[in-house]
């Protein structure tokens, strides 16, 4: 089936309700029901569902483009997440669901998940233990923010087990998972902040003719431009391969290259823009701090540098065939 | 905006041919030094190129009837993927595959073809490629060699610069000016074939930092050129330029530059009993590089698969596979020399000195980053 359809009617269904105000009113502590209403209803979080069970029957590789005109618009949901969850367990139940980066149960059998994005949002978050996964009611949580300025990623603790949780069953790569979709999230957002960059530069004029004119914010944005297209190049690479969830080495690669672009492309943005792009009420901040965040979920470039090279070292192969051509296929 | 690029997948058929050129190379390369093989691409060896053109991979894309292979541009990715990889010396038939080639059976005249083609598909006509002069560099619009009308051919007066192994090629597809003044800057350029044995050519080899002498001058001294001595049309040397840089812009070789040295610093870091987190994070971090680029290469490939003329994606992707051919060793000499105590093989310390020593050349051949990233502007629409 093709993707197109769902496509468009996820970019008509972000550019009406899913505006930066809006994003901004949630991430205020705003409802996001009238969203969140819209979204379910419209079947996108069963694209991934095999056909037989009911779903959309996409494949990973279908999605990609929705996922990342959600990013691009900020989508205040973790549907992506949501869609992969609900793809690989049959028994998930309605709501939208966080992956957690990390889970731990500690000394007291309080169960901890920290830095968990979209867990304001996430009516369950998947806690990804060494054998077994679990969803957890977010209800049940006591949460707090640990980033200040909006609950982009949250802390939450369990004081035990919560009657309503509902277990995974397979030993998956949740972390992988989780890295990946956060790749293509940053790809999108990337996208948004290249286009509102160059429209800023032909926009603003200085010394008497647009910033744009200027050679050295051209190659600024040159620069801005590769990283950017660098960042989708990886992200795409984590939606390719077989199967619902996705190549550990696809998917660290994406969640590596993608990472390590933000601060260059934050930071040109900013650049660009000036004293304006740090006004809290311009949006760019809105799209700049998500992208630091989404560095360090699931894991920065440094995690990820370091488990490629030790897969790296470990095959005796040279790089193209231990590596690169194994994410290249 | 730069459309974002798809990932492309290399058929079947074209990746078949990676089994054949790997049992090829190794035979072939099986004694030659890690330093020699560092060269990559700038590696000049005759012999080999004629070996190489013997199995019919010299001018692999051009057409069958002209002596070519007649395979599309996914197999000579993959032909050539692993001729870098490996450190082939494929300087000596390397711009004449790769850009002249390409360039004679687009613009040439059918009696150019039928003579040029066959040679360069057997590795018996080398070509260099004429483009910059003393006082043009960056600024190629500006070239003052000229081609005068005389008789029916050409006289050519005027001197190149840099240019890549002219001592050791048979000719020389140069920019000149065929009318007007340098003040017309691309208006009156065209591109002629000069063959460099000829009376009134002259040809200085010029040594590198490295020792080697792969580049040199040229002087033209009223050099005597036939009527057909014009490739495509007289005029429209700029235009024709501009193409032939989009070849010379898409390939992997703009990526694996200094692929032999870090393979072979991989082979030393497995070596260690206990390599350090600095160096094992630098080796991931080199590949999720490399990966990220094949498949934007691969997808730039796909495009010229297609018909498409992708100069924009090219240059972009060549400044980012530059930029990481020169931080490979920046950051290689600094992990290595982290640990003063630690031996390490004098040839991997060759190589090493040799890649760092050449690096800054990366941005510079076939047009500098600063150039290309003004394009990549002119692609966003910024000019």
Known sequence: MSADPFLHAMERLLAHYC??????????????????????????????????????????????????????????????????????????????????????????????????????????????????????????????????????????????????????????????????????????????????????????????????????????????????AAARMAASLGFGGEGMLPDALQAAVAKARTSEAVPSVASIAHAVHGAIGIAAEFDLQLFTRRLHAWRLAFGSEGHWHGRIGRMLLADGAPVLDAVVRRVVR | MIDALAPATIPATDEALRHEVRAFLREHLRDRPLEARARSWMGFD???????AARGWVGLTLPVEYGGGGRSPFARFVLIEELLAAGAPVGAHWIADRQSGPLLLKYGTEAQKRFHLPRICRAESFFCI??????????????????????????????????????????????????????????????????????????????????????????????????????????????????????????????????????????????????????????????????????????????????????VEAALVKDLGTTLEQFIPTAVADVLGAHPDREIDPSLLRALAYVTHVAPSFSLRGGTREILRGMIARGLGLR
Request: charged share 20%; net charge negative.
């Open chain 2, 130 to 311: 004429g483009m910059s002069e003393p006082q043009s560099g960056s600024d190629l619009a500006s070239v003052r060699t000229r081609a005068e009308r005389d008789g029916d051919g050409w006289r050519l007066s005027g001197q190149k610069l840099w240019t890549t192994h002219a001592p050791r090629s048979h000719f020389m597809i140069a920019l000149v000016r065929t009318s007007g003044t340098p003040d017309d800057r691309q208006r009156g350029l065209s591109q002629v074939i000069v063959d460099l044995a000829a009376p009134g050519v002259t040809i200085r080899p010029i040594l590198d930092l490295a020792g080697d002498a792969h580049f040199s001058e040229v002087f033209f001294d009223d050099v005597q050129l036939g009527p057909d001595a014009i490739v495509g049309q007289e005029g429209e040397g700029w235009a024709q330029v501009t193409a032939e840089l989009a070849f010379e812009r898409s390939g992997p070789e703009r990526i694996y530059s200094s692929l032999v040295l870090f393979d072979a610093w991989l082979d030393h870091l497995r070596a260690v009993p206990f390599p350090d987190e600095s160096s094992i994070a630098l080796a991931g971090r080199i590949a999720s590089h490399l990966a990220v680029l094949r498949a934007m290469s691969l997808a730039v490939t796909a495009k010229l698969v297609a018909g498409e003329s992708p100069v």
């Open chain 1, 19 to 228: 505006t930066p105000s809006f994003v901004r009113s949630v991430e205020g502590g705003g409802a996001v029901a009238v969203l969140r209403d819209e979204v379910a209803g419209s079947g996108f979080a069963d694209l991934l569902v095999p056909e037989s069970r009911g779903g959309g029957g996409l494949s990973r590789a279908d999605v990609g483009p929705v996922l990342f005109a959600c990013a691009r618009h900020l989508l205040p949901l973790p549907l992506d997440a949501t869609m992969m969850v609900r793809a690989v367990n049959a028994s998930t139940p309605e709501g939208f669901v966080a992956i957690a980066p990390h889970a731990t149960i500690l000394e007291d059998g309080a169960i901890e998940c920290r830095g968990v994005p979209d867990a304001a949002t996430a009516d369950w978050v998947l806690a990804a233990f060494e054998q077994e996964a679990v969803l957890l009611p977010v209800v049940a949580a006591e949460s707090r923010s640990p980033l200040a300025g909006g609950p982009i990623v949250a802390d939450l603790r369990w004081r035990s087990l919560p009657r309503a949780a509902v277990g995974v069953p397979g030993n998956h790569d949740w972390f992988a998972a989780g890295a990946m979709l956060m790749a293509a999230r940053i790809a999108g957002a990337m996208d948004h902040v290249l286009a509102v960059t160059l429209a800023h530069a032909a926009d603003r004029r200085q010394f008497g003719k647009p910033l744009a004119q200027f050679q050295a914010i051209q190659q600024q944005l040159a620069v801005m431009a590769e990283e950017v």
């Open chain 2, 46 to 52: 005759a012999e080999f190129s004629r070996a190489l």
